[in-house]
């Protein structure tokens, strides 16, 4: 299974954007880049996802690299309910099991 | 409309015993599927029922099963309960299956002491 690395912890003020940066060298060309959150004591919150071009939607944006082995997640203005940990994952087309490692825990300062 | 709904929330066992977990999906969703999530693991997947089937399976043992009713309901049996069990176990339902956005439930907590 292609592996995702992304930083343990980043910290970001109000009204800041957070860009969350995730690896992801030995991505197959089939292999979709997901992200997903989770908010303390609730279960994981699907954020967005992309193949090859930038995404946006009304939670965050996506950009991917164009070698695709990194991408990064903006959060344009981070609220304290953005407060969560990240997960980016790749999601292959003939295995849509869902698994995922530590994530990012964003810490969003008032 | 009513998000994924999960039953108990907190559950405390001790080793040995079995534990019987309970979903209920989405409205209109048929596809159930259900996730391990622990700090040394990470979440891992269950398996994931359509139609009353099991239709997907993750590389858990036997003691672990789940079965899923015509409402598209759910539930998930763990039998003979390790310490190694305890965890956040998490359901996840989409309209037609593991290729689909998976919204998630709260969770059930266990402890197994």
């Known amino acids: 299974d292609a592996k995702t690395t992304q930083p343990n912890s980043m910290e970001s003020n109000e009204e800041e954007p957070v860009h969350l940066p995730c690896n992801h060298s030995?991505?197959?060309?089939?292999?979709?880049i997901h992200w997903y959150r989770q908010l303390p004591s609730q279960g994981p919150e699907y954020v967005i996802h992309?193949?090859?071009s930038n995404v946006n939607n009304r939670m965050a944006s996506l950009a991917i690299a164009e070698d695709r082995k990194s991408s990064t997640l903006i959060l344009h203005r981070a609220t304290l309910r953005d407060a969560a940990v990240y997960y980016c994952i790749l999601r292959a087309s003939n295995d849509y099991k869902l698994s995922f490692g530590a994530g990012t825990t964003v810490t969003v300062r008032a | 409309k009513a998000g994924v709904t999960q039953t108990p929330r907190y559950l405390i066992k001790t080793r040995g015993q079995q534990v019987t977990l309970s979903c209920s999906p989405i409205?209109?969703?048929?596809?159930v599927s259900w996730y391990q999530q622990t700090p040394g693991q990470g979440l891992q997947f269950l398996f994931e029922y359509f139609s009353e089937t099991q239709r997907n399976k993750g590389n858990f043992p036997g003691r672990f099963s789940g079965r899923q009713f015509s409402n598209s309901r759910s539930e998930m049996n763990v039998s003979t309960l390790e310490l190694g069990d305890s965890a956040l176990y998490l359901c996840a339902s989409s309209l037609n299956g593991l290729q689909e956005t998976q919204y998630f439930g709260p969770g059930t907590r266990l402890l197994v002491l």
């Open positions: 409205s209109g969703h048929r596809s």
């Open positions: 992309g193949l090859t």
């Open positions: 030995t991505i197959s060309g089939t292999d979709y």
